[in-house]
């Protein structure tokens, strides 16, 4: 929808003001765009096969212009890019940000392993794509800090009250089980 593909949507999305708002980018630039978003904490999305997102608080604050502290970067686009809306600038400025704090490499190999298997597996299960479980930032991040509680767990980036329900007794049994 926002890459303006509106084969098979309903009329509803369609007719919104965002359908289209990133014609100039992939399908794939926009999806990474998003997952880095969703690792920052700025959206939120649904577990359901729609992935319907959502401004958190803290995207709200970077949308009004009261955080300027947030970075996306864009994913390398072999193609010259059309100019974008101000939301676009958002994301990309949060993604930077986010890339610059990589967590994988202070993590432990077998338990980054260990969580992605149990994500795919979770994936399969509710017939979703692996990183609408969680986003490969979000596994790492939670290989570093391996978290003991759940209360732990939903101060890592990217676990908000629906991950941390759906999915966070879960992440604690299987770090608990990858300690031991």
């Known amino acids: 929808m926002l890459t303006g593909r509106i084969e098979g949507l309903p009329d509803s999305l369609t007719a919104l003001s965002t359908t289209g708002i990133l014609a100039g980018e992939s399908e794939k630039a926009v999806g990474d765009w998003i997952d880095a978003a ?6 939120a999305a649904t577990d359901d096969a729609y992935r319907t997102l959502s401004l958190t608080h803290a995207g709200r604050e970077v949308m009004a212009g009261r955080d300027a502290q947030v970075a996306l970067t864009p994913p390398a686009s072999p193609a010259p890019r059309a100019p974008r809306r101000r939301a676009s600038k958002v994301l990309a400025a949060a993604a930077r940000d986010a ?8 993590a432990d190999p077998a338990r980054i392993e260990a969580l992605r298997e149990w994500r795919r597996a979770e994936a399969a299960r509710r017939a979703v794509p692996a990183f609408v479980i969680l986003h490969d930032r979000t596994l790492a991040a939670v290989a570093v800090a391996r978290p003991a509680t759940l209360s732990a767990l939903a101060a890592i980036p990217g676990i908000g009250p629906a991950k941390l329900e759906a999915y966070g007794q879960a992440i604690l049994e299987l770090l608990h089980g990858a300690a031991s």
């Open 38 to 43: 969703i690792g920052a904490n700025l959206l």
């Open 99 to 106: 890339a610059a704090t990589e967590p994988a490499a202070h």
